[in-house]
């Protein structure tokens, strides 16, 4: 929304925490499911440290010149959040909806990727429920409660795009 609001005034990068998580399962020839990229994870971590995946994100970050930089998916207190604090002129936003409304979207993500299912073992609401308890989301209220900003993502398409325009305003001190 970001750049549909501003596109043309400035240059954008988007970087998903996931996006190594994504890279090394998809090179060990599996689903790339959510339930694999909660495996891998704390598989990364525990081998070659807690900031490994905050410090590819973060060098991803380095590397780009856009005007504007995104980061999708902070997940870890420890090693994720202290790199965004790093970065000039950050901001936490967390955006958040009803577990049923998550479920519904991620149902509705994997029919559009061509995913058979979002967790490997079928669209459950039981199975999305346990993959909510996995160790890389049990950190994500605490991580929230440090958030400048929330966006509430259970209303409308148009809702959403007018909270985000709000952070524009308020945050970005920007006019769209």
């Not at 993500?109 to 308890?133: A, P, V, W």
């Not at 909270?163 to 920007?174: D, G, M, P």
């Amino acid at each position: 929304f970001l750049e549909e609001e501003l596109g043309d005034k400035y240059s954008f990068a988007h970087h998903r925490f996931s996006d190594t998580l994504v890279e090394v399962v998809k090179e060990c020839r599996l689903p790339i499911t959510r339930e694999n990229l909660q495996k891998c994870s704390p598989a990364l971590r525990g081998a070659y440290g807690y900031d490994v995946l905050a410090n590819s994100v973060k060098a991803r970050v380095f590397e780009s010149q856009a005007d504007i930089i995104t980061m999708d998916g902070i997940r870890w207190k420890d090693a994720d959040v202290p790199v965004l604090r790093i970065l000039p002129n950050n901001f936490l936003v967390y955006v958040t909806a009803p577990i049923e409304i998550r479920y519904e979207r991620a149902k509705l993500r994997s029919m559009q990727s061509g995913r058979t299912s979002y967790s490997g073992e079928g669209d459950s609401f039981e199975k999305f429920l346990r993959e909510e308890k996995a160790i890389t989301e049990v950190e994500i209220p605490d991580i929230a409660k440090s958030a400048d900003f929330k966006i509430d993502n259970s209303g409308t398409f148009e809702d959403l795009r007018s909270q985000v325009r709000q952070f524009i305003i308020e945050k970005l001190k920007i006019k769209p």
